[in-house]
C-alpha cells in the first residue's frame, strides 16, 4: 500500500484548499480511504472516509466544511476544504483500511497505513 500526497500550504482564514492521495499497490475496491489530521501534541483524528462504492463518513465536528471524493480512473482521492479556521491548522494524512474492517461509521481505528501527511496552516 503506498498512498502519495499532494496539496497543503499556507491560506488565510475564509479560504479554501484541496488535498489529494494518490493510492498504489492496491486494488481500489479492497480498501477505504480516509483523511485524518494531526496537532502536534495530540492524537491523530479522523476527518472523513469514503468507501469503494462512493459512501462516505465524516466526524461531526466538521460541520460540511470538508468533502471527500474519489476518482477511480485516478487511484486518487480527494479532501476539498472551505471556510477554514485556525484551527484547521494540522498535519494532514491520507489513511487506508482494509475494506472488511470497515464496518461502520466509526472505524476510524481501522486505518493503519499512511501517506507522509501535509502541512496545511491557516492564519488569521
Known amino acids: 500500500v503506498q498512498l502519495v500526497q499532494f496539496g497543503g500550504g499556507f491560506v488565510q482564514a475564509g479560504e479554501s484548499l484541496r488535498l489529494s492521495c494518490e493510492a498504489s499497490?492496491?486494488?481500489?475496491?479492497?480498501?477505504?480511504i480516509g483523511w485524518f489530521r494531526q496537532v502536534a501534541g495530540m492524537e491523530r483524528e479522523g476527518i472523513a472516509y469514503?468507501?469503494?462504492?462512493?459512501?462516505?463518513t465524516y466526524a461531526d465536528f466538521l460541520k460540511g466544511r470538508f468533502t471527500i471524493s474519489s476518482d477511480k480512473a485516478k487511484n486518487t482521492t480527494y479532501l476539498q476544504m472551505i471556510k477554514l479556521k485556525p484551527e484547521d491548522t494540522a498535519i494532514y494524512y491520507c489513511?487506508?483500511?482494509?475494506?472488511?474492517?470497515?464496518?461502520?461509521?466509526?472505524?476510524?481505528?481501522?486505518?493503519?497505513?499512511w501517506g507522509r501527511g501535509t502541512q496545511v496552516t491557516v492564519s488569521l
Open positions: 489513511g487506508a483500511a482494509p475494506a472488511r474492517l470497515v464496518i461502520d461509521d466509526h472505524s476510524w481505528w481501522a486505518f493503519g497505513s
Open positions: 499497490g492496491f486494488s481500489f475496491d479492497d480498501y477505504v
Open positions: 469514503i468507501r469503494s462504492d462512493g459512501r462516505t
